[in-house]
């Protein structure tokens, strides 16, 4: 569902929608227990919300963050 959406907002050019489908797949990849993954698509994600000054960058740090957090806990 995410992919699809992701493929529909590039042939469109809405970047918030990119960076929102980026986001959503890096949460996808983090419940799957792939951090790596899911890192490499919050930056994309994150990239693309920083360029537009769109407030949920921070959410998106905040998500980047989160697995070292988990990690260094265990």
């Known amino acids: 569902m995410h992919r699809?959406?992701?493929a529909l907002n590039r042939s469109l050019g809405r970047?918030?929608?990119i960076a929102g489908d980026y986001?959503?797949?890096?949460?996808?990849y983090?419940?799957?227990?792939?951090?790596?993954?899911a890192k490499a698509l919050w930056n994309k994600?994150?990239?693309?919300?920083?360029e537009m000054g769109h407030p949920n960058a921070e959410i998106v740090r905040q998500?980047?963050?989160?697995p070292v957090q988990q990690r260094s806990s265990q």
């Open 4 to 6: 699809k959406s992701l």
């Open 23 to 28: 986001a959503n797949l890096g949460n996808v």
């Open 63 to 66: 998500a980047l963050d989160e």
């Open 30 to 37: 983090k419940t799957r227990g792939d951090l790596a993954q």
């Open 45 to 50: 994600s994150l990239s693309l919300y920083q």
């Open 15 to 17: 970047k918030e929608g």
